[in-house]
């Protein structure tokens, strides 16, 4: 504050010269020394954007910890996270609760850990964003193992499989899924799924629809304006019966088999271990292909062989 001080002083000092020619030569020093304007006023805008800046930081909320095994038991409730429109995996049933495969597993871990289960309903799109940012402490929806999403979450070992294969309709003719790949067809596919970027490598002749919903997906080959969806096919089969004047076919042979787990936030390892040992009883005991069976009407397509090690 002393160097502003003395610059305004110094800007006053001209003005009290009664010499008129030591006045101009004053007046000429101090223009001299003088910041230029441009430079004067970056650094008003830069003190400005620092102010601004610090304001902001210190209205960001501080980012909560993951809550641990032993905190999660002394509260009495664990936060599951599950997608409310993924019928048979999740949904709002004729009572309007939820139901389906991934609530049956929520709470038998629930069971486990002998508190309430708390399901928070969690679009696709919102499973990883839940756990980062401590909503939820477990995500389930079909949360599928990518190099990419182990950046950011932990993951357990697999809750269950996801065979990709193809729903067409008689429509197409085709036997395989390698008979897809041909320019006049168009796939269906949703937004932010694993399989978008598979099908670009292993089908890319065919043109690409993309829509926002997994009842979409099914909607728009019902429509005609797709004419395959090269998925899950247990994930999506259901939707379907939507639509029984449509003859539709599966093709079985599957193009990609990937792995499902329980999510947690990076770095929750007691909660994680916690939950490898319930899921190591529960496909041992035959729960999970049991109750894989009762959502879905079938056997899973790739049954996890569980092990004792992990």
């Not at 508190?115 to 079909?142: H, M, W, Y």
């Not at 197409?172 to 899924?177: E, F, I, N, Y």
């Not at 990609?256 to 005991?285: E, M, P, Q």
């Amino acid at each position: 504050m002393a160097g502003m001080r003395t610059f305004y002083l110094d800007r006053l000092h001209p003005l009290q010269h009664h010499s008129p020619a030591a006045s101009q030569a004053a007046g000429d020093s101090w223009l001299a020394a003088r910041p230029p304007h441009n430079f004067r006023a970056g650094v008003v805008a830069l003190r400005r954007f620092l102010g601004l800046f610090a304001f902001a930081l210190l209205a960001l909320p501080a980012l909560a910890p993951a809550r641990t095994l032993d905190e999660i038991i002394t509260d009495g409730t664990i936060r599951v996270g599950v997608n409310p429109n993924f019928p048979p995996m999740s949904s709002y049933g004729k009572t309007n609760q939820l139901q389906g495969f991934d609530v049956d597993v929520g709470n038998a871990v629930g069971e486990a850990l002998g508190v309430k289960v708390e399901f928070v309903t969690t679009e696709a799109a919102q499973r990883v964003p839940f756990l980062t940012s401590n909503r939820i402490d477990i995500s389930l929806g079909a949360l599928t193992r990518t190099p990419q999403r182990a950046k950011l979450v932990s993951f357990t070992v697999p809750l269950h499989s996801e065979a990709m294969g193809v729903i067409t309709t008689e429509k197409v003719a085709a036997k395989s899924w390698k008979d897809l790949n041909k320019k006049e067809l168009t796939l269906v596919n949703m937004r932010g799924n694993l399989s978008v970027q598979i099908l670009k490598e292993k089908l890319p002749a065919p043109k690409v629809l993309l829509v926002d919903g997994n009842a979409d997906t099914i909607r728009a080959i019902a429509q005609g304006r797709a004419d395959a969806l090269v998925e899950n096919v247990d994930f999506f089969l259901s939707f379907t019966r939507n639509y029984p004047a449509v003859k539709w076919k599966v093709l079985s042979d599957p193009i990609f088999v990937a792995y499902c787990s329980i999510g947690v936030r990076k770095g929750n390892d007691t909660l994680r271990d916690f939950l490898n040992v319930v899921l190591y009883d529960l496909h041992t005991s035959g729960f999970v292909n049991d109750t894989w069976k009762k959502w879905y009407g079938a056997p899973m397509a790739v049954p996890i062989v569980p092990s004792a090690f992990f």
